[in-house]
């Protein structure tokens, strides 16, 4: 069965450091990848996505980056977070177009 | 801009009772699906609707997408304080994307 695991589940950084979040997907081969933020609560806004290894789609301009170093790997980084990266973070995978997403447990990052 | 619009953005009711949450655009979906998460989790998918019309039953959740395929609603039966959580509907525009854009969100309570 697919599995995608997210890690870690909560994470406090101060202002000026840099990030990484990785999130791996088991059991299925060449997915769709998904970096999602969650601002309390409410709707989620995509940040990346791609439909393969070191195949980037940045939706919205910001201080993050991502990256695939493998097919079933999904890496978020920045050089140096700002209090409003603050948020909650899910990584996400679909295997087609209409089959929908399975999420992570998502990450809570607070920037402080 | 929003293009999926829910409502109401928070529902508290009392166990045993009928709701439904909808979910509109100006836009038309090629297919739709509804989540449910739980605080601190990722989201769940609960359903996929691709067709106009179509009506989906899961248990005690009934979810029908509008036939102009512009809007969606789903209607919950003797609500249960197992159904607590916040519901998000999420919509594929158009062909040859696999970007799903995800709607502000429908917080429900119900009471025991």
Redesign the interface.
């Known amino acids: 069965s697919q599995t995608i695991h997210q890690w870690p589940a909560t994470l406090v950084q101060p202002v000026g450091s840099p990030l990484s979040l990785e999130c791996t997907v088991e059991g299925t081969s060449n997915p769709n990848l998904y970096w999602y933020r969650q601002a309390a609560g409410r709707g989620l806004q995509l940040l990346f996505y791609s439909v393969g290894i070191g195949q980037i789609s940045s939706e919205v301009p910001q201080n993050l980056s991502a990256s695939r170093p493998q097919d079933r790997q999904f890496i978020l980084s920045s050089k140096k977070l700002l209090l409003s990266d603050s948020g909650f973070y899910l990584c996400a995978w679909s295997v087609a177009r209409d089959y929908g997403y399975t999420f992570g447990s998502g990450t809570r990052l607070t920037v402080v | 801009t ?1 293009l ?1 619009e ?1 409502s109401p953005q928070f529902l508290s009711i009392q166990e045993g009772e009928n709701l439904t949450v909808y979910c509109n655009s100006s836009s038309v979906f ?2 739709l ?1 509804w ?1 449910r998460q739980e ?7 609960l359903v ?1 609707v ?1 067709t106009g019309g179509e009506v989906k039953k899961l248990k005690r959740l009934t979810f029908q997408f509008g036939d102009a395929r512009k809007d969606s609603s789903l209607h919950i039966t003797a609500a249960q304080p197992g159904d607590t959580g ?1 519901y ?1 509907c ?1 919509g ?1 525009r158009s ?1 040859g ?9 429908t ?1 429900l309570k119900v009471l025991a």
């Open positions: 929003q999926l829910q090629s297919s699906q989540y605080p601190g989790e990722g989201p769940v998918l996929t691709v916040l998000l999420a594929l062909s994307t696999y970007k799903y854009i995800f709607g502000t969100g917080r």
